[in-house]
């Protein structure tokens, strides 16, 4: 089942954004508050980000988070997949496919999905291609605040 995630889920998603960000699918180590802001925001709105969980037999496996921009390139809504993430324990069993196919259903009226890869998680990458999606052809630049 995938739902959006909840205010119980609350310990299971700082588990899983923990490892997420200790793994090779990011660039760099953020800070354990953002993951409690971002929980807050979600738990606020659902205007700039929403985040959907994977769970089976009332174990949450996996999760998707997503933030919502306007795009006049793409000519709409612009559905960025901020992070897609499986349990090591439940890989290789279909739940990111799932957990793609499930946005793309949610957002039927999105323009664009786009998401982020690091070249060295090749398996990702192949996954994303499988899924229809390409590279865009730009680099990104950012400010810290």
Known sequence: MIRKLCLSDHERYLEMVADFYSSP????PVPASYFEKTFSELM???VYAECFVYEKN???SGYALVAKTYSQEAGGLCIWIE???TSPNA???G???QLLQFLQNEYIT???FRLEVTPENEGAVALYQR???SFLGYSQMIKER
């Open 25 to 28: 699918a990011v660039c760099h």
């Open 44 to 46: 606020a709105s659902d």
């Open 58 to 60: 009332r174990e949450i």
């Open 83 to 85: 992070e897609l993430y």
């Open 91 to 93: 890989r290789g069993q």
């Open 95 to 97: 739940i990111a496919t």
């Open 110 to 112: 999105a323009a664009r």
């Open 131 to 133: 899924l229809g999606f």
